[in-house]
């Protein structure tokens, strides 16, 4: 709905699609690559550029890239994603960063900003935690059928699966699908 149109309403730039309804998003350690979607009605602003960030917890956030339109994406050379990040869409709606040969170093909580020329609403912004599953240490509890696989951060994932959908190696300590 446009803001010519919708007098009452708020009308600002917001997401519509985010990659993760619990802003979490799980790979494995060593996949290829993985997909990070943002969806933004800009409602009538103008987009400067985007940014693709790493959130910190202490400290000053680190930008990994930076989009203009009309322009190449810029990675950071210190950001440790030269190389192994790529954008695809278009500034003013849609946007989807790859990251390429995840490691466990790339769990993080990542942040994407698109920044407007206007005054009264000059930034969007949206959170999401990259998980990186790998080297899962396995324990079951076949009563409740959850399997609960430790990631890097000695955090529990639990995975409720059918009994058939899976099996695991206990030499190995992976699961195969």
Do not use: H
């Not at 103008?46 to 890239?65: E, H, Y």
């Amino acid at each position: 709905m446009s803001c010519c149109f919708a007098l009452l309403a708020d009308c600002k730039p917001r997401f519509t699609k985010t990659p993760s309804s619990s802003n979490k998003v799980y790979v494995d350690e060593g996949a290829y690559s993985t997909e990070l979607s943002w969806d933004y009605d800009i409602d009538g602003e103008t987009v400067t550029w985007v940014d693709f960030m790493s959130k910190s917890s202490v400290g000053a956030d680190v930008l990994i890239a930076r989009k203009f339109a009309n322009q190449q994406l810029q990675v950071s050379p210190t950001s440790g994603y030269k190389g192994r990040f790529s954008f695809a869409g278009k500034v003013s709606g849609n946007a989807t960063f790859t990251i390429w040969f995840i490691t466990k170093n790339d769990q993080r909580t990542f942040e994407f900003v698109v920044y407007f020329r206007s005054v009264n609403n000059p930034w969007i912004r949206n959170s999401v935690k990259l998980i990186v599953v790998g080297k899962l240490y396995a324990c079951n509890n076949l009563s409740t059928k959850i399997e609960c696989f430790w990631n890097y951060s000695r955090r529990c994932i639990k995975y409720n699966f059918p009994r058939q959908r899976f099996r695991i190696k206990i030499k190995a300590t992976t699961v195969v699908y």
